[in-house]
């Protein structure tokens, strides 16, 4: 379940998605198109949020799995090239619950697969909005 399939449920709450990526606006205006995304998608290219939020960055070996580098390798092995990554494929992402300008909830990842379901998201957010915080 995705966070844009609970949109009416998020709403009921008072609330709304936003998406924030370190890549260039029209990167982000593309992935918003293919994702469907109905809020906002906010580009901060020097990661100033994903630092006041303390979102690290993920080793190596966390990032280029076993799992990973076996999908590169049968790829190869089909002649499909293999493109060095344009980003930073080690910073993590995170999910925050935000009232009033503060966030009032935050979810840092251990690695790049380690985000919250949707449902704990939503009660997240239904509890700050409980709370008045």
Same mark, same amino acid.
């Given at each position: 379940?995705?966070? #844009? @399939?609970?949109?009416? #449920?998020?709403? !009921?709450?008072?609330?709304?998605?936003?998406?924030?990526? %370190?890549?260039?606006?029209?990167?982000? /205006? @593309?992935?918003?198109?293919?994702?469907?995304?109905?809020?906002? %998608?906010?580009?901060?290219? &020097?990661? *100033? *949020?994903? !630092?006041?939020?303390?979102?690290? =960055?993920?080793? *190596?070996?966390?990032?280029?799995?076993?799992?990973?580098? =076996?999908?590169?390798? @049968?790829? /190869?092995?089909?002649?499909?090239?293999?493109?060095?990554?344009?980003?930073?494929? =080690?910073?993590?992402?995170?999910?925050?619950?935000? #009232?009033?300008?503060? !966030?009032?909830?935050?979810?840092?990842?251990?690695?790049?697969?380690?985000?919250?379901?949707?449902?704990?998201?939503?009660?997240?957010? !239904?509890?700050?909005?409980? &709370?008045?915080?």
């Amino acid at each position: 379940m995705r966070v #844009r @399939e609970q949109r009416d #449920r998020l709403e !009921a709450l008072g609330a709304s998605a936003l998406a924030v990526g %370190f890549s260039p606006a029209p990167a982000l /205006a @593309e992935l918003a198109d293919a994702l469907q995304w109905p809020w906002p %998608f906010l580009t901060d290219p &020097d990661r *100033l *949020l994903y !630092a006041r939020l303390g979102l690290g =960055r993920a080793r *190596l070996r966390e990032v280029y799995t076993p799992a990973t580098l =076996r999908i590169y390798r @049968e790829a /190869a092995g089909r002649g499909d090239t293999i493109s060095r990554p344009v980003e930073d494929a =080690r910073q993590l992402g995170g999910d925050a619950i935000v #009232r009033h300008g503060r !966030a009032v909830r935050v979810f840092r990842p251990a690695s790049p697969d380690d985000r919250p379901a949707v449902d704990e998201l939503l009660a997240a957010a !239904a509890t700050a909005a409980s &709370d008045g915080r």
